[in-house]
C-alpha cells in the first residue's frame, strides 16, 4: 500500500476515534426556566456587602457557608468594608474569586448591629 493511502487511513481512523469518544462523553441537560431558585445570587451588584447575611452571601458561585461566615467575622471586627477589594484581606479570597463576584456586589453604609 503506497505511503499516502496508509496516512489517509491513518488519518481518517484518528477521526473516528475522536468521533466516538465525543459521543460517548454524557451531555448534561439544562432546563430552561423563568424562575430562578430562591438560593440564587441576584443577577448584577444586588448584594451590599455591607450588610450581606451569610445565606445571601453563599449564594455566590463558588462562595461556601464556611468562607460566607469568614468574611461576615471579617466585616465585623473592622466595622464594615470600605472598598470591595477588601475581600482579598480575607483568607481564602484571591483574585480570581473577586472579579468572579464582582458584579454582583455593592457597598452600601455600614450599620453595626446588635447581635
Known amino acids: 500500500m503506497p505511503l499516502r493511502k496508509l496516512h489517509i487511513l491513518a488519518a481518517s481512523l484518528l477521526l473516528a476515534v475522536c468521533i466516538m469518544a465525543v459521543q460517548s462523553v454524557p ?8 424562575e430562578q431558585p430562591q438560593s440564587a445570587a441576584p443577577l448584577t451588584g444586588d448584594i451590599d456587602l455591607n450588610a450581606a ?48 463576584w464582582r458584579p454582583y456586589l455593592h457597598l452600601g453604609i455600614w450599620r453595626e448591629t446588635d447581635d
Open 27 to 34: 451531555q448534561r441537560v439544562y432546563a430552561l426556566s423563568d
Open 53 to 100: 447575611t451569610v445565606e445571601q452571601l453563599s449564594a455566590l458561585p463558588q462562595l461556601g457557608e464556611a468562607l460566607a461566615v469568614r468574611i461576615v467575622a471579617y466585616r465585623d471586627r473592622h466595622h464594615g468594608f470600605d472598598h470591595i477589594e477588601e475581600l482579598l484581606l480575607v483568607g481564602g479570597i484571591g483574585e480570581t474569586r473577586l472579579a468572579l
